[in-house]
């Protein structure tokens, strides 16, 4: 995992071969590079970008991945058109300390230098990604059009993108949720695609927002379902 408490992305390795899920913030790069030079790895290490969805907090060094190491990008083929254009950013309540904190992290760490991607691969549900770790999709739309999460599953590991987070971007609250509505395009779909990783055998449970929770995918939908019905 590289990055902060507020966001993180994943590297996964395969015989010296390097996939990054989700590239963080502009800012994150040192933290990227450093990651690499620990394991002895060239930038070139890097053969694939895979993101879980097209905001600019998860794809901020895709494009220079792209370019620098000759990285292949994926997204899934509903926010392949997304990720390659400007994003427009939501309106988000300042007046709450968490998000005013949130928002001035991302600023400090470049989140308006975040370039579209020039070129990405489309990529389907249940496909088996052609890329180091291979990775499995899982579609769980809602948070956007072609958010996914990301199965691993001789490592035990789902990767859930923005799907769940452990870490509320609003409040502060920890545990397995959903994000806060004002991030997710259709909040109703996103509680509902839950049930898509429900099933899931995985014993570490890896979020965009917040650290690593372990336990199982069902139990974290568990939890983020209570945290959604007291809140809705």
């Not at 913030?25 to 990651?35: A, E, S």
């Not at 950013?89 to 949130?102: A, D, I």
């Not at 059009?145 to 691993?152: E, M, R, Y």
Request: charge should be neutral.
């Amino acid at each position: 995992r590289v990055g902060t408490t507020f966001l993180g992305c994943y590297a996964v390795e395969d015989a010296g071969a390097y996939t990054f899920i989700d590239v963080g913030l502009p800012g994150y790069w040192p933290q990227m590079t450093r990651f690499l030079a620990a394991r002895s790895a060239s930038l070139s290490s890097v053969k694939a970008v895979v993101l879980t969805h097209y905001h600019p907090d998860h794809m901020g060094n895709a494009e220079r991945l792209r370019t620098q190491a000759g990285a292949t990008v994926l997204v899934h083929h509903d926010d392949r058109a997304a990720a390659m254009r400007r994003f427009k950013p939501p309106v988000y309540p300042l007046w709450k300390p968490p998000v005013l904190h949130l928002v001035g992290h991302y600023l400090r760490n470049g989140v308006t230098r975040t370039a579209p991607v020039g070129e990405a691969s489309g990529f389907a549900d249940q496909e088996v990604l052609d890329v180091p770790g291979r990775p499995r999709v899982i579609h769980t739309p809602g948070h956007t059009a072609g958010n996914v999460a990301l199965s691993l599953a001789d490592r035990e590991v789902l990767i859930v993108g923005d799907t769940l987070a452990t870490l509320s971007l609003s409040s502060g609250e920890s545990g397995p949720q959903l994000l806060p509505r004002f991030l997710n395009e259709d909040h109703d779909r996103a509680l509902a695609s839950l049930e898509k990783i429900e099933p899931v055998e995985a014993r570490w449970v890896l979020p965009g927002h917040g650290l690593p929770w372990e336990g199982s995918p069902r139990q974290a939908v568990k939890l983020a379902r209570q945290i959604a019905a007291r809140t809705s």
